[in-house]
């Protein structure tokens, strides 16, 4: 099975600041099967990046994601009030697995 | 819009199995080009995945689970269901039913339903 660890597991910053976060897998993953996810409390997950890098439909272009292998990034570029929430990146190969996530939080 | 919704029991006895059925609006399961998969979340908050079926009725499912879980669908209701048996305490947890793309080179849950919640307890 394919770990996947993300950090850190609670990022404090304010609105209008840039966020950095982390997955890491256990095996190295094709970039076109990494995805990331919001998910605010009581909600399902929303996807927002598929393909490492490619937003979903209606995911604002402050969210980005890169990366290969086996280290992958989600940056934030300016933190708004409604992006306060949990992250997790996911990757596809003979099974799925997700990411323990990351809590962004407001400091 | 495709929506999907989760139906069944939210408390099963230690030992029985879970039963839980996904409608899915806006998309014809027979359609094909996606998987229907189920996904739990545990109180901690970590997410699992469960399996998935194809509107053709071929499965897959996690390795973990593989022993206890059945994966069916009915395209005649567009709907695809969830069977867990012998449950524990371990299997509390909200249950998601989603939508997997598989148009190649990429694969990924672009729908959930808003999950519901299984207990399992005496």
């Known amino acids: 099975e394919n770990v996947l660890t993300q950090s850190p597991g609670t990022l404090s910053l304010s609105p209008g600041e840039r966020a950095t976060l982390s997955c890491r897998a256990s095996q190295s993953v094709s970039s076109s099967f990494l995805a990331w996810y919001q998910q605010k409390s009581g909600q399902a997950p929303r996807l927002l990046i598929y393909?490492?890098?490619s937003r979903a439909t209606g995911i604002p272009d402050r969210f980005s994601g890169s990366g290969s292998g086996t280290d992958f990034t989600l940056t934030i570029s300016r933190l708004e009030p409604e992006d306060f929430a949990v992250y997790y990146c996911?990757?596809?190969?003979?099974?799925?697995?997700f990411g323990q996530g990351t809590k962004l939080e407001i400091k | 819009q495709v929506q999907l919704q989760e139906s069944g029991p939210g408390l099963v006895k230690p030992s029985q199995t879970l039963s839980l059925t996904c409608t899915v609006s806006g998309d014809s399961i027979s359609s094909g080009g996606y998987y229907w998969s189920w996904i739990r979340q545990y109180p901690g908050k970590g997410l699992e995945w469960i399996g998935y079926?194809?509107?053709?009725?071929?499965?897959y499912y996690n390795p973990s689970l593989k022993s206890r879980v059945t994966i069916s669908v009915d395209t005649s209701k567009n709907q695809f269901s969830l069977k867990l048996s012998s449950v524990t305490a371990a299997d509390t947890a909200v249950y998601y039913c989603?939508?997997?793309?598989?148009?190649?080179?990429?694969?990924?849950?672009?729908?959930w339903g808003q999950g519901t919640l299984v207990t399992v307890s005496s």
């Open positions: 079926i194809y509107y053709s009725g071929s499965t």
């Open positions: 393909g490492a890098s």
């Open positions: 996911q990757q596809y190969g003979s099974s799925r697995t």
């Open positions: 989603a939508r997997e793309v598989t148009v190649d080179p990429n694969y990924y849950f672009d729908y």
